[in-house]
């Protein structure tokens, strides 16, 4: 099994922006800037990492609320790697067979709605797992306790060694 454990943090614009998908037209959740993973063993295990930083081509200037929630700055975006070539990089370091796990259910879509927009394969991945409705399953939820992943990591007592909202760190907060 090949299994990375992933997340993105986004850029968004000030107005929507549509997109004609397959002759439907859809708002663009997000462009990706960047994409932080842990690929993990069957034990849970992290065996290798990754993490880019992308400069987005839709959404070029990054939005306040953004820049505040990430730490990311407007400098950071434009060092950052071409959008399609950092999409390609991750597709090939993952795998064409990886099976993807983030918490909760916005990262895959996002992702594919990306690949798309930079004609790339969208059908990838083929199978991932939403790793909050599993703790859900394990860890039923109490009156007043949040989902967030700050939260739970909280709540199960892990040790904050990195930054909430760094896609790298947020990867392997999820790991844990």
């Known amino acids: 099994m090949n299994l990375i454990v ?8 000030n107005a929507p922006k549509t997109f004609n998908y397959h002759g439907a037209e859809l708002t663009l959740r997000g462009e990706i800037i960047q994409i932080g993973a842990a690929r993990v063993d069957e034990n849970g ?10 400069r987005p081509r839709i959404f070029r200037k990054l939005h306040w609320r953004i820049a505040e929630v ?6 950071d975006l434009e060092a950052g790697v071409p959008i399609a070539e950092g999409l390609r990089r991750f597709q090939e370091w993952a795998g064409p067979d990886a099976e993807f796990a983030e ?23 083929t199978r991932w797992y939403d790793l909050q409705q599993i703790f859900l399953k394990n860890f039923p939820r109490g009156e ?5 992943l700050e939260s739970v990591v909280d709540r199960l007592g ?17 790991t844990k």
């Open 45 to 54: 295990d992290v065996l290798d990492t990754f993490e880019m930083t992308l």
């Open 70 to 75: 990430t730490g990311l700055s407007q400098g």
């Open 144 to 148: 007043g306790e949040g989902l967030t």
């Open 158 to 174: 892990i040790e904050h060694d990195g930054d909430f909202h760094n896609a790298l760190d947020d990867a392997l907060y999820t």
């Open 103 to 125: 918490w909760g259910l916005d990262d895959v879509p996002v992702l594919k709605q990306n690949l798309f927009l930079y004609n790339m394969d969208e059908s990838w991945p």
């Open 6 to 13: 992933f997340d993105l943090e986004w850029n968004m614009g």
